[in-house]
Protein backbone atom coordinates (compact mmCIF):
# COMPACT_ATOMS: atom_id res chain seq x y z
CA UNK A 1 0.00 0.00 0.00
CA UNK A 2 2.56 2.47 -1.18
CA UNK A 3 1.52 6.06 -2.65
CA UNK A 4 2.80 5.88 -6.63
CA UNK A 5 5.49 8.63 -5.46
CA UNK A 6 6.48 6.65 -3.08
CA UNK A 7 6.01 3.58 -5.05
CA UNK A 8 8.29 5.17 -7.73
CA UNK A 9 10.73 6.36 -5.12
CA UNK A 10 11.47 2.50 -3.82
CA UNK A 11 11.98 1.09 -7.48
CA UNK A 12 8.46 0.07 -8.59
CA UNK A 13 6.98 1.03 -12.14
CA UNK A 14 3.72 2.35 -11.66
CA UNK A 15 2.42 4.58 -15.25
CA UNK A 16 -0.28 4.17 -17.53
CA UNK A 17 -0.11 1.24 -18.36
CA UNK A 18 1.47 -1.13 -15.73
CA UNK A 19 1.41 -0.49 -11.38
CA UNK A 20 3.84 -3.12 -9.61
CA UNK A 21 2.17 -1.96 -6.58
CA UNK A 22 -0.13 -5.01 -7.23
CA UNK A 23 2.17 -7.41 -7.58
CA UNK A 24 2.83 -8.90 -3.81
CA UNK A 25 6.24 -9.50 -3.94
CA UNK A 26 7.70 -6.36 -5.66
CA UNK A 27 5.39 -4.19 -3.30
CA UNK A 28 6.42 -6.16 0.04
CA UNK A 29 9.69 -5.59 -1.00
CA UNK A 30 9.39 -1.91 -1.81
CA UNK A 31 7.14 -1.53 1.56
CA UNK A 32 10.00 -3.19 3.25
CA UNK A 33 12.67 -0.99 2.13
CA UNK A 34 10.73 1.86 2.68
CA UNK A 35 10.47 1.18 6.27
CA UNK A 36 13.72 0.54 6.69
CA UNK A 37 14.45 3.88 4.72
CA UNK A 38 12.30 4.99 7.40
CA UNK A 39 13.78 3.68 10.43
CA UNK A 40 17.32 5.59 9.47
CA UNK A 41 15.07 8.52 9.30
CA UNK A 42 13.75 8.17 12.68
CA UNK A 43 15.84 6.08 14.30
CA UNK A 44 12.94 4.88 15.97
CA UNK A 45 10.54 1.57 14.98
CA UNK A 46 7.51 2.84 16.31
CA UNK A 47 7.65 6.18 14.63
CA UNK A 48 9.01 4.41 11.32
CA UNK A 49 5.75 2.55 11.48
CA UNK A 50 3.55 5.83 11.94
CA UNK A 51 5.46 7.25 9.15
CA UNK A 52 4.68 4.56 7.03
CA UNK A 53 0.77 4.99 7.68
CA UNK A 54 0.89 8.97 7.01
CA UNK A 55 3.95 9.93 4.98
CA UNK A 56 7.42 11.07 6.45
CA UNK A 57 6.74 14.89 5.96
CA UNK A 58 3.65 14.29 7.90
CA UNK A 59 5.44 12.35 10.87
CA UNK A 60 8.23 15.31 10.61
CA UNK A 61 5.66 18.25 11.23
CA UNK A 62 3.91 16.52 13.92
CA UNK A 63 6.89 15.83 15.69
CA UNK A 64 7.93 19.72 15.21
CA UNK A 65 4.76 20.93 16.13
CA UNK A 66 4.31 19.23 19.19
CA UNK A 67 8.29 18.82 20.58
CA UNK A 68 7.94 14.98 20.35
CA UNK A 69 10.98 12.54 19.93
CA UNK A 70 9.00 9.32 20.11
CA UNK A 71 5.85 8.28 18.92
CA UNK A 72 4.87 8.02 22.31
CA UNK A 73 5.36 11.51 23.35
CA UNK A 74 3.91 12.25 20.45
CA UNK A 75 0.94 10.39 21.04
CA UNK A 76 0.98 12.37 25.02
CA UNK A 77 1.60 16.15 23.71
CA UNK A 78 -0.40 15.63 20.06
CA UNK A 79 -3.16 13.20 20.29
CA UNK A 80 -5.93 15.44 19.55
CA UNK A 81 -3.88 16.78 16.01
CA UNK A 82 -2.19 13.29 15.42
CA UNK A 83 -4.75 11.68 12.85
CA UNK A 84 -6.36 8.48 15.18
CA UNK A 85 -5.73 6.24 12.25
CA UNK A 86 -2.08 6.91 12.39
CA UNK A 87 -1.37 6.20 16.17
CA UNK A 88 -3.48 3.01 16.47
CA UNK A 89 -1.87 2.11 13.10
CA UNK A 90 1.54 0.86 15.60
CA UNK A 91 0.06 -1.50 17.75
CA UNK A 92 -2.73 -2.56 14.95
CA UNK A 93 0.41 -3.72 13.20
CA UNK A 94 2.55 -5.19 15.82
CA UNK A 95 -0.53 -7.17 17.08
CA UNK A 96 -0.76 -8.36 13.64
CA UNK A 97 2.79 -9.32 13.59
CA UNK A 98 2.64 -11.04 16.60
CA UNK A 99 -0.49 -12.99 15.75
CA UNK A 100 1.25 -14.04 12.27
CA UNK A 101 4.89 -14.85 13.66
CA UNK A 102 2.92 -16.86 16.15
CA UNK A 103 1.29 -19.13 13.63
CA UNK A 104 4.09 -19.28 11.50
CA UNK A 105 2.89 -17.09 8.66
CA UNK A 106 5.63 -14.67 9.00
CA UNK A 107 9.01 -16.97 10.26
CA UNK A 108 11.21 -17.71 7.52
CA UNK A 109 12.68 -21.17 7.15
CA UNK A 110 13.65 -23.05 10.01
CA UNK A 111 17.26 -23.06 8.25
CA UNK A 112 17.62 -19.07 7.73
CA UNK A 113 15.78 -17.97 11.06
CA UNK A 114 18.01 -15.55 13.10
CA UNK A 115 17.69 -15.29 16.76
CA UNK A 116 14.91 -12.86 17.09
CA UNK A 117 11.89 -12.57 20.13
CA UNK A 118 8.82 -10.54 19.69
CA UNK A 119 6.98 -9.53 22.64
CA UNK A 120 4.67 -12.42 24.27
CA UNK A 121 0.69 -11.05 23.32
CA UNK A 122 -0.75 -9.82 26.49
CA UNK A 123 -3.11 -12.53 28.35
CA UNK A 124 -6.57 -12.38 27.39
CA UNK A 125 -9.00 -10.66 30.19
CA UNK A 126 -12.48 -11.75 30.13
CA UNK A 127 -14.72 -8.89 30.37
CA UNK A 128 -16.97 -7.79 33.33
CA UNK A 129 -20.49 -7.04 33.10
CA UNK A 130 -21.50 -3.15 33.22
CA UNK A 131 -24.29 -2.17 35.56
CA UNK A 132 -27.00 -2.98 32.89
CA UNK A 133 -25.48 -6.57 32.77
CA UNK A 134 -24.00 -6.73 29.43
CA UNK A 135 -19.79 -6.82 28.80
CA UNK A 136 -18.86 -3.89 27.68
CA UNK A 137 -18.75 -3.53 23.63
CA UNK A 138 -14.84 -1.87 23.07
CA UNK A 139 -12.03 -0.53 24.93
CA UNK A 140 -11.68 2.95 26.05
CA UNK A 141 -10.07 5.54 23.19
CA UNK A 142 -6.35 4.78 23.51
CA UNK A 143 -6.43 1.99 25.50
CA UNK A 144 -3.37 -0.44 25.41
CA UNK A 145 -2.09 1.70 22.63
CA UNK A 146 1.16 3.37 24.65
CA UNK A 147 1.97 -0.08 26.21
CA UNK A 148 2.68 -1.48 22.76
CA UNK A 149 4.56 1.66 21.32
CA UNK A 150 6.65 0.94 24.72
CA UNK A 151 7.49 -2.76 23.62
CA UNK A 152 9.00 -2.24 20.26
CA UNK A 153 10.50 0.73 20.84
CA UNK A 154 13.40 -1.18 23.10
Known sequence: QLMP???RRFGLIVDASRDERFDPRKA???AARYLRWLNGCFKDWPLALAAYNCGEGAMKTFLRRYGATTLEGLYAAGRDGVPRETLRFVPQF???ATVMTANGQLAPPRETTRATTLPA???VRKKRASASGRA???PPEGA???PAMRRISR
Open 28 to 30: TEA
Open 121 to 123: PAP
Open 94 to 96: VAA
Open 5 to 7: VTA
Open 144 to 146: GTV
Open 136 to 138: PTS
